[in-house]
């Protein structure tokens, strides 16, 4: 039987919170969501008294929390991930007429995300010589290749199934809300009959043909990183790698980045533009027309004053 939801002003913070999971479980909000809000409160609980009633709250319990948070050591990062659930709690909260409350997200310094280096993509995109790749060597390098080829998440990887293959247009497409296709790495399906491995259900598979979970395929990435002398072993390092590269080295823009790494907002991928700014400053000179234009010695006619 489902909990009913109280909404009075004399609950504590935690049974309010309690009632708000309930609320955005009643909306459909995916379990992982839910799990990782119940993480984070737990973790704000520690910084600030879940157990006063939610009537009772002030700002400046909350300015207390913050100070309290920075005095623990947490980042800037950290403590803003824990106030984006608490303006979602509060938002929620002044919709039912419980508090008045309106929390301003705790400004998180912009880090330059991790990136594999030219020579650490040299030595992982080194083909594994045929006649003597073990199954494994050889799937964790085609993925790797398909991650850097469309800056695809972890998750995507094992979501692709064989259906999805178009052989003919060397593409694989995920078949979500958002349907997306991705450059198909050709010589996978073949090697894999070459092994006496049937494909049958997820494209990347384990050697028994089953599916490869997201955490065994992070594993046997990082082992492939390990072996081939590369110290940084984030699958979703090759992510930000392609984000870099198509901005930077490729002189891409926001839009059509977006598309390709499948956000659902603009924003999302203007953080990507912010946090390598500085490259894109430094290498403006390679892409800009008139830059080029000058540097080939065209000459720019300027039309006549009052034309």
């Keep these: 039987m489902m909990k009913k939801i109280r909404l009075n002003c004399t609950a504590t913070l935690d049974e309010t919170f309690a009632d708000f999971l309930l609320s955005r479980r009643a909306k459909g909000l ?3 969501t839910l799990e990782s809000y119940s993480s984070q409160w737990k973790a704000v609980a520690r910084h600030l008294d ?18 309290s948070m920075r005095d623990a050591g947490l980042s800037p990062n950290s403590i803003n991930s824990y106030t984006r659930v608490l303006k979602s ?28 280096s030219d020579a650490e993509l040299t030595a992982l995109l080194k083909k594994p010589d045929i006649r003597k790749t073990t199954f494994a060597e050889y799937r ?16 995507t990887v094992g979501a692709i199934q064989i259906r999805d293959v178009d052989l003919d247009g060397g593409t694989a497409t995920r078949r979500t809300e958002k349907r997306r296709s991705f450059p198909f790495v050709a010589p996978w399906l073949p090697f894999c009959g070459s092994m006496g491995v049937t494909v049958a259900g997820s494209l990347f598979c384990t050697e028994t043909g089953t599916q490869l979970t997201e955490n065994g395929l992070r594993q046997s990435i990082a082992r492939y990183n390990t072996r081939r002398g590369v110290q940084k072993t984030s699958i979703h390092l090759f992510r930000h790698t392609f984000a870099r590269k198509y901005l930077i080295d490729c002189g891409g823009d926001a839009f059509t980045l977006q598309k ?3 956000h659902s907002t603009l924003a999302m991928t203007k ?35 009052g034309r």
Excluded at 51 to 57: F, H, K, Y
Aim: glycine share 4%; hydrophobic share 45%; with cysteine.
């Design 30 to 32: 995916a379990e992982k």
């Design 50 to 67: 879940t157990g006063m009633d939610v009537a009772a709250l002030q700002k400046a319990d909350l300015d207390a929390m913050i100070v």
């Design 89 to 116: 709690f509060f938002s929620w909260c002044n919709e039912q007429g419980l508090t008045r409350l309106n929390i301003p997200l705790y400004k998180a310094e912009e880090t330059v995300k991790e990136t594999y």
């Design 140 to 155: 964790d390098w085609v993925i790797i290749n398909f991650l850097l080829n469309c800056g695809s998440r972890a998750a």
């Design 260 to 262: 390709l790494l499948g």
């Design 271 to 305: 953080h990507y533009c912010a946090i390598y700014d500085a490259d894109l400053t430094k290498n403006y000179d390679n892409f800009s027309p008139l830059a080029q234009m000058k540097a080939s010695g065209a000459k720019i006619k300027m039309a006549a004053k």
